[in-house]
Every structure is written in C-alpha cells, then in structure tokens.
C-alpha cells in the first residue's frame, strides 16, 4: 500500500458501493455489530482479493459470498468461549460479545474459513484476539482445524506489534 502515496481525500463510503483509491476496488459490505452501520471490506487490485471481516457477532450468508475467492482473508477470532464463559467479564458483557451483534469465537471463525476456503486461498490472519478471553495459541489451534488440507498460512495479527510483510502471488 505505500505506493498509494499520500490519500488526502477522505471517500465517505455505503456499504454495497464500491469506490477506488488508485488502483485499488474498495467494496464494503453490511456486518452484523453493535456498531452504527459497520462494515467489513474486500480490496481488488489486478485479480488478487484481500478480504477483512472483523467486529461482527455473525456470519451472515452475505459475509460469507463476499469472502469468497479472497487470497488472503483477515478474520476475527476474538474469543475461546470457555475462557469467555468462566472470565472475568461481568455476566451483561459476555451475553453482548457472545450475541449476533459482538464478536466471533474461535469456532465460529473456523467454521467461517470452512465455507470460504478455496483452492487459491494463500494466508489468514486472525485479527482482534481479546486479551483477557482468547490466546494466540487456542485461536490457532481451533481455527487451523479448518485449514487441515490446505497449503494456506495461518498468522495472528498481535495488538502491540506489526506483523510480517506480506506478498501475494
């Protein structure tokens, strides 16, 4: 992305409405959170797709056609539900993060990637860990078992550091 250059336009956006910066197809889409009009995206740029859903409670059937075709997908994996159930979390907060408007656990994520994989499929990225309800390691283990015959790579995106560089073929 840094071959963008400076953006110094800030595009307002509708979810359904693909818009451009440069050469990239900016395309969001409707996601299900307690949010005011939340959106995930896919970014087109010379046939490679990258698709990005995080902060949302459910996998609509909506999310799951806009995701497919991705070579890379960044997906939440934000919460074990054990961890989440037997937590800290006061009992209101762990009803909304386990509603169809908070966030996806690891299974829900797994069987996310399960019906969106595809032959093509080069790396996942699981995104927006909880701290407290979810580990690096359980969020791989669960999801990675819908990866099981895959050559795609399976990465988490850590919330104090930047990860590696990625190139897509």
């Known amino acids: 992305f840094s071959r963008l250059g400076n953006v110094h336009i800030i595009?307002?956006?509708e979810?359904?409405?693909?818009f451009a910066i440069k050469d990239l197809a900016i395309h969001p889409f409707s996601i299900?959170?307690?949010a005011e009009d939340p959106a995930g995206f896919t970014v087109n740029q010379n046939g490679i797709k990258?698709?990005?859903?995080?902060d949302l409670g459910i996998a609509t059937s909506m999310v799951k056609e806009?995701?497919?075709g991705c070579y890379l997908l960044i997906l939440e994996a934000n919460h074990d539900v054990d961890m989440l159930i037997n937590g800290p979390y006061p009992w209101p907060i762990k009803q909304r993060i386990k509603s169809r408007t908070g966030h996806l656990s690891n299974e829900e994520s797994k069987n996310l990637l399960k019906e969106v994989q595809h032959d093509r499929l080069e790396h996942v990225i699981l995104a927006h860990l909880s701290e407290t309800?979810?580990?690096p390691q359980k969020a791989l283990n669960e999801v990675g078992q819908a990866l099981n015959r895959s050559k795609a790579r399976l990465d988490v995106a850590y919330q104090d550091k930047c990860g590696a560089l990625l190139l897509l073929k």
Do not use: P, W
């Open 11 to 13: 595009k307002n956006f």
């Open 15 to 18: 979810c359904g409405s693909t």
């Open 32 to 34: 299900s959170h307690d």
């Open 50 to 54: 990258i698709g990005i859903a995080t």
């Open 66 to 68: 806009h995701l497919k």
């Open 133 to 135: 309800n979810n580990t």
